[in-house]
């Protein structure tokens, strides 16, 4: 075939690269060379924008045989959803961020049309490269506490820098009205392996340090030692939770005993006038006389996080409740990748730990 494109080609206006099936996508010259069919476009426009994907990191360096597959159509959505948000880094590695109006308006779609391909060339020009590993992790221990017999009890939390920072002002917030937020955390940051424990999804923003399980105590009292195991002192019990229905959907709100009781924090609660939830017991007890805050709404009053419902069989496995989850509620990614590579988790490494497949690379987070 005779090459009538433009050998840029970016510049060809009516550019339209695509996948539907093994029998129905596009081949340029080179390919139709290399499988030894018919080309479908001119000249080497799959191969070179396959080049382009590889640079960009988007593709293995394999992958320029110049037949617009399924992988490539996959590297093309991957890419056309990237341009579209305003995370940036460059080839060494520093975060370049872009304002909303500097962002691909196109669709991600998986078809390379001129306005994609412009794209591509603006971020090879720009020196732009995939943003794996655009946010860094940061971490700090929130809350040592002994129990009864003297053990230590600690947790580090582990959360994506920018949210790091918006859990750390909801803290001072909440500390402000007398509540509390101190640790030992449960999950933050999980360790990358897929998990099957009951009431886990494989899918948790746990993964991608968006999400925290605030300090769960079951018991009537706390022990916590200011200077020491010797020192440890016994405490009233600060969390008392309440369960919502929604529909058919159950969530929970939490009560905090403040740290003052003498009228100058939170609201009143007259005793037996409000129930809360004994997940050991498995039924409504009355909160205890007291001053209280509504620790939900302070933590969702900012706007950045928000609590998840109960998932289905609750009642018969309390790991279900979540009760005391919550996780960032802005900026969600479209797949379960975007927000791993956010924090530097490559598709090899995702892949090797468990999710090894298109799907579940590609299935919504949370």
Known sequence: ?????????????????????????SLDDQGAKKYKKKATVPGTPVKDLQKDLIALGYLEAVS????????????????????????????????????????????????CNQATATEVRKWIDKKWILPCGRFQIKE??????????????????KLREDIFDAWDKVITHVHSLGGTLDGPYGDCLRVLQ?????????YSFHYSGRAVDIYQDFTK?????????DDKIKVQRRYFVQKEDVGEKVFWRILCWTEKQDGTQGFLVEAKTKSH???MEGKDSYVPKGYYIDLTAEIESTGDFERIKAITGWEDNSNKAEWWHFQYAKDKQATFEDELELIGFTEKKIRDSGWNTDAALDHTPG
């Not at 700090?140 to 939390?157: A, H, N, P």
Request: charged fraction near 30%.
């Open 1 to 25: 075939m005779a090459d009538e494109s433009p050998k840029e080609y970016w510049k060809d206006g009516s550019l339209n690269l695509y996948f539907k099936d093994v029998k129905d996508c």
């Open 64 to 111: 320029d045989d110049g037949y617009y597959g399924r992988g490539c159509a996959r590297a093309v959505t991957r890419f056309q959803r990237h341009a579209g948000r305003v995370y940036r880094i460059g080839q060494d590695k520093k975060p370049c961020d872009v304002s909303a109006t500097e962002t691909f308006s196109g669709k991600a779609d998986g078809v």
């Open 140 to 157: 700090k221990v929130w809350g040592t506490r002994y129990d009864e017999g003297g053990k230590v009890i600690t947790g580090k939390i």
């Open 194 to 202: 897929k998990m099957k424990k009951g009431g886990t999804s494989g």
């Open 221 to 229: 009292t706390s022990w916590y030692g200011p200077k020491g195991k």
């Open 277 to 279: 939830w004994g997940f």
